[in-house]
């Protein structure tokens, strides 16, 4: 095996895109500057280090347009220790989040927020990782990139047309739930991600660099067998990503889930940021990591059947899930103008 190297989320013309978030860096050069630049404030919460950008500072990468409070800091760092407490691996450092509120009208009026990780790949075209699932995972350290943050994280200020729900209190009718929003972000940072490129219609490429596949990538399957192929659409013919179904073959989860794949979400049309990277909604209308939430619901940690998931995906899960609080799959709360989540 050659020696792993991180990789950032390029296009094939080099333009710098995201993966877990495809259109956050799309949308960097279309970003007004904050009008006063404020002290970015650094606080460490079990694995993580989360550098809260205010209005109008920037990491290179992106500019902050409001300012953070220390309850919206405190539900950042619950949503941490919510996914730290029933993992058991041990980091390799501490990984580096930055976070940002910023207007997203101009990327969809639904959108309440999204996540982008740099990637660390293997080097050989077969395993790509998220660079802060990397170091959590898998225990290592593998230095820093250039921007100063393993993930990025980012919120819509008016939660989408909506308001939001911030501290321990459960949502009310119209509102957004600020933690259900962050934990599901978290775990795009951890893993729930896919390498798949619509444009170039394959897997595992992130600009002219062969990465490989992520383990997420690795659970996918479509309805004829087809499995993603690292450089490639799929194997042993081309997998069907634009149209249900796609599902999940991990053991695990299967086997949790009465021995049955697990719908993904892959609708047609495409939806960029969405697709292939979430949980079917339509299935699984209320666990973390489907692609929507409503207003009033409250999703605050994985289901059971998530958890499993985490499992196949090589994480070390404590308690074992079916000693966890299962999530009900059936509606929860008021479910009024669903706003979708990257």
């Given at each position: 095996m050659r020696d792993g190297q991180i990789v950032g989320r390029t296009n094939r013309n080099g333009g710098l895109l995201s993966i877990a978030m495809y259109f956050l860096l799309v949308a960097v050069s279309f970003l007004a500057v904050g009008e006063a630049e404020a002290a970015t404030t650094v606080q460490a919460y079990g694995p993580f280090t989360v550098t809260f950008h205010n209005n109008g500072d920037t990491d290179g990468y992106i500019t902050g347009q409001q300012d953070w409070t220390a309850e919206q800091?405190?539900?950042?760092?619950?949503?941490?220790?919510?996914?730290?407490?029933?993992?058991?691996?041990?980091?390799?450092?501490?990984?580096?989040?930055?976070?940002?509120?910023?207007?997203?009208?101009s990327l969809g009026t639904?959108?309440?927020?999204?996540a982008a990780s740099y990637m660390y790949s293997d080097g050989g075209?077969?395993?790509?990782?998220?660079?802060g699932e990397y170091v959590w995972k898998e225990g290592v350290n593998p230095g820093t990139t250039g921007f100063g943050f393993d993930t990025v994280i980012?919120?819509?200020?008016?939660?989408?047309?909506?308001?939001?729900?911030?501290?321990?209190?459960?949502?009310?009718?119209?509102q957004i739930d600020f933690r259900s929003v962050v934990a599901h972000e978290i775990g795009h940072s951890?893993?729930?991600?896919?390498?798949?490129?619509?444009?170039?219609?394959?897997?595992?490429?992130f600009?002219?660099?062969?990465?490989?596949?992520?383990?997420?990538?690795?659970?996918?399957?479509?309805?004829?067998?087809n499995k993603p192929l690292s450089g490639g659409t799929g194997t042993p013919d081309d997998f069907n990503e634009v149209d249900d179904p796609v599902y999940w073959d991990g053991l695990n989860a299967v086997s949790?889930?009465?021995?049955?794949?697990?719908?993904?979400?892959a609708p047609d049309p495409w939806q960029q940021g969405s697709s292939l990277s979430h949980l079917d909604e339509a299935t699984f209308p209320t666990v973390l990591m489907s692609p929507s939430i409503a207003a009033a619901?409250?999703?605050?940690?994985?289901?059971?059947?998530?958890?499993?998931?985490?499992?196949?995906?090589?994480?070390?899960i404590v308690p074992e899930p079916g000693t966890l609080l299962l999530l009900a799959l059936g509606s929860i709360g008021v479910l009024l103008r669903r706003r979708r989540r990257r």
């Open positions: 800091m405190a539900d950042v760092g619950a949503s941490i220790q919510m996914w730290s407490q029933y993992i058991d691996n041990t980091p390799g450092r501490q990984v580096a989040m930055h976070a940002f509120w910023r207007e997203l009208d639904n959108v309440l927020g999204g075209g077969t395993t790509v990782w998220a660079l980012d919120y819509d200020i008016t939660a989408a047309g909506l308001a939001w729900n911030f501290g321990t209190d459960a949502p009310g009718a119209g951890l893993g729930f991600v896919s390498t798949y490129d619509l444009d170039y219609d394959d897997f595992g490429w600009g002219s660099t062969f990465a490989g596949l992520t383990a997420w990538d690795k659970g996918l399957v479509d309805d004829q067998g949790y889930y009465g021995d049955s794949l697990v719908p993904i979400y619901q409250a999703i605050r940690q994985p289901s059971n059947l998530e958890w499993m998931m985490m499992k196949d995906m090589g994480w070390d």
